[in-house]
């Protein structure tokens, strides 16, 4: 019996391995097409700052509703799209959107308000930081919606430019030096060369969601405690700001706050949503 349900158990992952690839194989084949048809979609998730809970912007998130599948999340799609090239008009795509959006924001806000005009987040693929048009495509789009590049911040993994030489990071100083912000994505989950930092044209970190999880319990874990502490000290006298992912309690959000960090996203304040959300909640602020 027990070696049949093995041999059971075999053939079900066998299958499931299986469906996996064909899926897989299935989106791939599918991507281009699906960016023609308009099969991608964009929600937008709150940054907020801590200090007095204001909205400030918000992060662009892809996703894809395939026709057959539902809703897909980036994490499956984004490494086909890598793999295929596909990423770069893909997310050429996400920041012309994702602009447009911010530009709309400003206008229906009026752009006032104590925390000044809504800014947006737009994540870089390695594979578009390499490629030739990055820094043309994103003068082009800033320009085509009349958004002015310090409302624009591109969020790039620590990862992608580990060991970065200069030709990676020339597009990179650019658009930071027309005012656009650069952010390190997931900070603190590869290998943190914190001396690299100095080199580096980034005005951002953001935490990573680890670190938030770790802040769960009110007092968090006292390390933890103190690398925070450690990461925001070392950021804030190099002149940088510190935002921080996946915060999902009040408890955390509070403990990240006395730690000094300064802004924060997460289901707490908000699960990414479509931009009139985001339009809706930073109207409140600016009300009442
Ligand atoms: P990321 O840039 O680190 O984005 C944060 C992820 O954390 C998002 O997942 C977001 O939905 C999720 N998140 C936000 N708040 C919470 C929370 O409180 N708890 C938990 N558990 N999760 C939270 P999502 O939307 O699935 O995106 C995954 C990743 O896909 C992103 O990670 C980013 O690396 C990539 N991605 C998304 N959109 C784009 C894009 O337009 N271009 C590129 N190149 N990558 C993208
Ligand atoms: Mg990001
Ligand atoms: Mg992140
Ligand atoms: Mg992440």
Redesign the pocket.
């Known amino acids: 019996r027990a070696k049949s349900a093995g041999g059971n158990r075999y053939e079900v992952a066998d299958a499931e391995a299986d469906a996996r690839a064909i899926t897989r194989h299935g989106l791939t084949t599918a991507l281009p097409a699906a960016l023609d048809r308009g099969e991608f979609f964009i929600e937008y ?1 709150p940054l907020v700052h801590l200090g007095d809970g204001t909205v400030r912007g918000a ?4 996703r894809w509703l395939h026709p057959q599948h539902g809703v897909i ?3 499956r799609f ?1 490494p086909l799209a890598e793999r295929t090239g596909l ?1 770069v008009p893909l ?1 050429r795509w ?1 920041l012309e959107q994702s602009v447009r959006q911010a530009r709309d924001w400003q206008e229906r806000h009026g752009g006032t308000g104590a925390a000044g005009p809504l800014r947006v987040n ?4 390695p594979c578009q930081l390499t490629h030739p048009g990055l820094v043309q495509d994103t003068v082009d789009i800033l320009e085509r919606a009349g958004l002015e590049p310090d409302a624009l911040c591109l ?1 790039v993994t620590e990862s992608a430019l580990i060991g970065a030489d200069d030709d990676l990071l020339k597009p990179l100083r650019r658009l930071s030096e027309m005012g656009v912000d650069i952010a390190l ?2 900070f603190g989950t590869g290998y943190s060369n914190l001396a690299n930092l100095r080199r580096l044209p980034v005005r951002v970190l953001k935490l990573d ?1 680890s670190f938030t999880q770790s802040m769960q319990q009110f007092p968090a874990d006292p390390v933890d405690l103190k690398i925070v502490e450690g990461i925001v000290s070392l950021a804030h006298s190099l002149d940088l700001a510190v935002t921080v ?4 309690t009040g408890a955390q959000a509070e403990q990240l706050r006395i730690l000094g960090c300064d802004t924060a ?4 304040y908000a699960r ?1 949503g479509p931009p009139d959300r985001l339009h809706e909640l930073a109207l409140v602020d600016a009300t009442g």
């Open positions: 998730q992060e662009a998130l892809v999340g980036p994490d984004i990423i997310g996400v737009v994540n870089l693929s969020e994505d997931d969601r992912e996946g915060v999902e996203q997460g289901w707490y990414p």
